[in-house]
C-alpha cells in the first residue's frame, strides 16, 4: 500500500531541505504538492486565454488545437523525416533507437541540432504560453523529437517527469512546463499521450535507487522512478484517465508533475510529436537530489540563458 506523507522518513528528507523525497525509502509515498500550477498574474501577457489557464490550473493540463498550420505540419514531418535519416544524426549519442528495433525512438536537444525546431522554440505561440504558465522568462530545460513508428513504436510507462527531474537533474521544484505538437493525428489506438487530470498535485515518491548511467537504459524503457501499482492504481481511481486525442498540429501543454504514459503502437498508423519542455529560470536545476552525478547536458540543461 501507499503510504501518506509524514513518515519518519519525510520528516528527516524534509528538514534536510527537500520536500519531494524519492528512490530513498522501501515504500512509496503520497506527497501534496504545495506549489501553484499557473505561476503567473492574471492578465499577464500570451496567448492562452483565461478559461485555458484554469484548466491547466484544474487539470494539470491543457490542448491546443491546431496550434501549427496544415503546412507547418508538413514542413515539420518533412524535418523529422530528415533527422531520423542523417547518419550523423543516428550516430550522435542525442539519438536513441527503440529497444527492439532499429527506428529511431527519440532524438534529445532537437532545438540545438534544428534551426527549423529551434525557430519554433521562440515562436510567440509557443513561447508567450510558456511564460505564462510559469510567471517568468523560461529556458530549454529539455527538447526533443519522440518518434513513435506503427507496428512497433514502444510505448512510456506511467510517470512525473518531475520525479526524474528532480531525482537526476536537480530541478528543484515542479515549476517546469512541458509542450507536445503533435506532427501526425493522435488517436485512442496509436499510442496517444494518457494523463491523469488532477494528478499534477500530487508527488509519488518512487522505491528504488538510481544506478550509475541509469540514463543510457531509462531513455529506452524506465524502471526506476515509476511508481508502483499500488499507487498508480489509487491515482487513476481518484482522477480518472483522459487521451490526449486530435489532429496533426494541435498541441498540449502538461504540468511537469502530471502522471501520464502512453502504450505500444501496434497500429499501421505512426504518432511523432515535437517535444519541448521549458523551466523556470528562477527554478534553474542544482546538483541532482537522488542521483550519483548530473545527467548529460542534452538530457538536462545545465544553460538557463532565457529563450529571447
Not at 518533412?78 to 529497444?99: M, Q
Request: hydrophobic content about 35%; proline content about 6%.
Amino acid at each position: 500500500m501507499t503510504a501518506v506523507a509524514g513518515s519518519d522518513d519525510l520528516t528527516r528528507l524534509q528538514r534536510a531541505g527537500d520536500r519531494y523525497y524519492t528512490r530513498v525509502s522501501q515504500e512509496p509515498a503520497f506527497i501534496e504538492r504545495v506549489e501553484p500550477t499557473v505561476w503567473g498574474k492574471p492578465g499577464s501577457t500570451g496567448m492562452f486565454g483565461a478559461q485555458e489557464l484554469a484548466a491547466h490550473d484544474r487539470d494539470g493540463f491543457v490542448q491546443v488545437p491546431d496550434l501549427l498550420t496544415g503546412d507547418e505540419v508538413a514542413f515539420f514531418q518533412a524535418e523529422l523525416d530528415r533527422l531520423a535519416n542523417d547518419p550523423a544524426v543516428r550516430s550522435d549519442e542525442r539519438c536513441v533507437i527503440e529497444k527492439s528495433s532499429d527506428e529511431v525512438r527519440s532524438i534529445f536537444e532537437v532545438h540545438r541540432i534544428s534551426s527549423a525546431i529551434a525557430r519554433l522554440v521562440r515562436d510567440e505561440r509557443v513561447l508567450s504560453r510558456a511564460r505564462q504558465i510559469l510567471g517568468s522568462d523560461v529556458y530549454v530545460h529539455q527538447s526533443r523529437i519522440n518518434y513513435k513508428p506503427g507496428f512497433g513504436g514502444g510505448g512510456f510507462y506511467w510517470h512525473s517527469d518531475f520525479e526524474t527531474w528532480h531525482a537526476e537533474d536537480g530541478m528543484p521544484t515542479p515549476r517546469a512546463v512541458s509542450c507536445s505538437i503533435s506532427l501526425t493525428d493522435n488517436h485512442p489506438y496509436n499510442g496517444c499521450l494518457m494523463i491523469m487530470p488532477g494528478s499534477h498535485r500530487t508527488f509519488v515518491s518512487c522505491v528504488g535507487e538510481t544506478p550509475e548511467d541509469y540514463y543510457r537504459t531509462s531513455l529506452k524503457e524506465q524502471q526506476i522512478g515509476t511508481p508502483d501499482p499500488d499507487s498508480i492504481t489509487a491515482l487513476a481511481d481518484r482522477h480518472g484517465i483522459a487521451m490526449m486525442t486530435g489532429r496533426a498540429g494541435s498541441a498540449t501543454w502538461f504540468d511537469s508533475n502530471c502522471m501520464h504514459g502512453s502504450a505500444d503502437n501496434i497500429t499501421p498508423y505512426s504518432r511523432s510529436n515535437i517535444f519541448l519542455v521549458f523551466n523556470s529560470v528562477e527554478n534553474a536545476c542544482v546538483e541532482p537530489f537522488y542521483a550519483p552525478k548530473r545527467r548529460p547536458e542534452y538530457i538536462g540543461a545545465r544553460d538557463f540563458t532565457p529563450v529571447r
